[in-house]
């Protein structure tokens, strides 16, 4: 037992992705009784695949972090208090797109039309989407971003851990849900099966990593996840295969754009953040900034941006001063301004 806690804490995040699909998968199979599954089945399903990111999310916790663990996954979790923008970008970005992509497509086939529009009773549609999105995602993104995403921070940027690492990791497991009768049939199905599970989810991973970056709520990426959920319930229509995977990959080109301009544009922001802390003062001893500048009066925002920028960054410029230290390892900040410290 030792041992494995040893494997484990060396490597928490494979643990934790090992230890989801596990128990998700082995639930599905325990209650379909085997796969494909039919689609009657997937409602239920989908609330039995719900327990492997939460309880391996918890489970991972426990071992790696123990109390301390949800100490901070329950600050994390209460964090309500940030900008209203960031409220509007993830209660937003996924219901405007995709209602955006449906009628932009509407002008070729009236089959694209949101659902909402041509349901008889649209109350009802959208309470269920609501409820259906902060059930999944509650459960999700304990595990997702509660446990993986902030110790993939510690290693990669943004991009990689929400696009190739998470998002990628988060579409397979999907798979087991998506797989179909005729899904390796042909070259259709095969290709909307892809594109279900690797086409939108990666790129839209990418922003709800971003807004967590921003914000270090997890509530808030809650909402996000949850605005997603109700969105496909909600505005998605039934379509035929073909439309549907037109549908899909219109929505994934729109969100790799979007993912795309914020970390374009954030990439500028830090750039432009530490080219101008060569020619400030150091507010502390009031000396000129020297090297890639000195962090000791502004540290954790240019942590940020240096994480995005290139992860091994920051790490470098320590080893080069000897910076003041928090209790958690984070240099301190000489100044009292939070709103200064965090970049917003």
Same mark, same amino acid.
């Given at each position: 037992?030792?041992?494995?806690?040893?494997?484990?804490?060396?490597?928490?995040?494979?643990?934790?992705?090992?230890?989801?699909?596990?128990?998700?998968?082995?639930? $599905?199979?325990?209650?379909?009784?085997?796969?494909?599954?039919?689609?009657?089945?997937?409602?239920?399903?989908?609330?039995?695949?719900?327990?492997?990111?939460s309880?391996?999310?918890?489970?991972?916790?426990?071992?790696?972090?123990?109390?301390?663990?949800?100490?901070?996954l329950?600050a994390?979790l209460?964090?309500?208090?940030?900008?209203?923008?960031?409220?509007?970008?993830a209660?937003?970005?996924?219901?405007l797109?995709?209602?955006?992509?449906?009628?932009?497509?509407?002008?070729?086939?009236?089959?694209?039309?949101?659902?909402?529009?041509?349901?008889?009773?649209?109350?009802?549609? =959208?309470?269920?989407?609501?409820?259906?999105?902060?059930?999944?995602?509650v459960?999700?993104?304990?595990?997702w971003?509660?446990?993986?995403?902030?110790?993939?921070?510690?290693?990669?940027?943004?991009?990689?851990?929400?696009?190739?690492? $998470?998002?990628f990791?988060?579409?397979?497991?999907?798979?087991?849900?998506?797989?179909e009768?005729?899904?390796f049939?042909?070259?259709?199905?095969?290709?909307?099966?892809?594109?279900?599970?690797?086409?939108?989810?990666?790129?839209?991973?990418?922003?709800?990593?971003?807004?967590?970056?921003?914000?270090?709520?997890?509530?808030?990426?809650?909402?996000?996840?949850?605005s997603?959920?109700t969105?496909?319930?909600?505005?998605?229509?039934?379509?035929?295969?073909?439309?549907?995977?037109?549908?899909?990959?219109?929505?994934?080109?729109?969100?790799?754009?979007?993912?795309?301009?914020?970390?374009?544009?954030?990439?500028?922001?830090?750039?432009?953040?530490?080219?101008?802390?060569?020619?400030?003062?150091?507010?502390?001893?009031?000396?000129?900034?020297s090297?890639?500048?000195? =962090?000791?009066?502004a540290?954790?925002?240019?942590?940020?941006l240096?994480?995005?920028l290139?992860?091994?960054l920051?790490?470098?410029?320590?080893?080069?001063?000897?910076?003041?230290?928090?209790?958690?390892?984070?240099?301190?900040?000489?100044?009292?301004?939070?709103?200064?410290?965090?970049?917003?």
């Amino acid at each position: 037992m030792t041992k494995i806690k040893a494997i484990i804490k060396r490597r928490p995040v494979l643990a934790y992705f090992v230890l989801a699909f596990a128990i998700s998968w082995g639930a $599905v199979l325990i209650v379909a009784g085997g796969v494909p599954v039919r689609e009657d089945q997937l409602e239920l399903l989908g609330v039995a695949m719900l327990l492997g990111p939460s309880v391996a999310g918890g489970v991972l916790i426990s071992l790696v972090s123990g109390r301390s663990g949800f100490r901070d996954l329950r600050a994390r979790l209460l964090k309500w208090r940030v900008n209203a923008r960031w409220y509007a970008v993830a209660l937003l970005t996924a219901p405007l797109s995709m209602a955006a992509v449906l009628l932009a497509l509407s002008l070729f086939s009236p089959d694209f039309f949101p659902a909402i529009l041509n349901a008889d009773d649209k109350l009802a549609l =959208l309470l269920t989407g609501i409820a259906a999105g902060l059930v999944v995602s509650v459960f999700e993104e304990i595990g997702w971003t509660g446990f993986a995403v902030p110790r993939l921070r510690d290693r990669y940027s943004v991009l990689v851990t929400g696009g190739i690492i $998470v998002g990628f990791a988060w579409g397979a497991w999907h798979f087991i849900l998506f797989w179909e009768n005729d899904s390796f049939s042909s070259a259709l199905p095969f290709a909307l099966l892809l594109a279900r599970l690797f086409s939108c989810l990666p790129f839209y991973r990418v922003l709800m990593v971003w807004v967590y970056e921003r914000t270090e709520s997890l509530f808030v990426v809650i909402l996000m996840h949850a605005s997603f959920v109700t969105s496909l319930v909600v505005i998605e229509p039934s379509l035929t295969d073909p439309d549907l995977l037109i549908y899909i990959l219109a929505r994934a080109v729109v969100w790799g754009v979007i993912a795309a301009v914020v970390m374009a544009k954030w990439r500028s922001q830090a750039t432009t953040w530490l080219l101008h802390s060569r020619r400030q003062t150091c507010e502390l001893q009031k000396t000129p900034h020297s090297g890639v500048g000195c =962090l000791r009066c502004a540290d954790s925002g240019a942590a940020s941006l240096a994480r995005l920028l290139r992860p091994g960054l920051l790490t470098a410029i320590r080893r080069n001063r000897r910076l003041p230290r928090t209790g958690d390892g984070a240099p301190k900040c000489h100044r009292r301004s939070i709103g200064h410290c965090r970049g917003r």
